[in-house]
Nanobody, 132 residues
Framework: QVQLVESGGGLVQAGGSLRLSCAAS????????MGWFRQAPGKEREFVAA????????????YYADSVKGRFTISRDNAKNTVCLQMNSLKPEDTAVYYC?????????????????????WGQGTQVTVSS
């Protein structure tokens, strides 16, 4: 069982920056691939960024939605059981509730961690609002 707690959301003007953090419980954090998703009102939850589990051959590989490439950076600290999302050059269309997600990724099976159905654990979400 993994519990995830996000923090760092808030209100920011367009062009500004925010840093989201996700603290994970449990002793297997390095075996989990981690993702960030977001959901705006009336829309489906969508992929934002993901990072591979530390134990895989492609450890630490990152993935981004086209809409955030070059503006957002995902990172993980396996010693602290945290994953962060640095968001720069924010736009009003980035406004959403942002969710952290985790999936155990220690088997030989390839997981498409850009897909929300791959994830087993979710945080409660943190609101990000970007004003124009």
């Amino acid at each position: 069982q993994v519990q995830l707690v996000e923090s760092g959301g808030g209100l920011v003007q367009a062009g500004g920056s925010l840093r989201l953090s996700c603290a994970a419980s449990g002793r297997t954090f390095s075996s989990n691939s981690m993702g960030w998703f977001r959901q705006a009102p009336g829309k489906e939850r969508e992929f934002v960024a993901a990072i591979r589990a530390a134990i895989r051959w492609n450890s630490g590989r990152t993935y981004y939605a086209d809409s955030v490439k070059g503006r957002f950076t995902i990172s993980r600290d396996n010693a602290k059981n945290t994953v962060c999302l640095q968001m720069n050059s924010l736009k009003p269309e980035d406004t959403a509730v942002y969710y952290c997600a985790a999936v155990w990724d220690g088997s030989a099976r390839y997981r498409n961690i850009e897909t929300k159905s791959e994830y087993d654990y979710w945080g409660q979400g943190t609101q990000v609002t970007v004003s124009s």
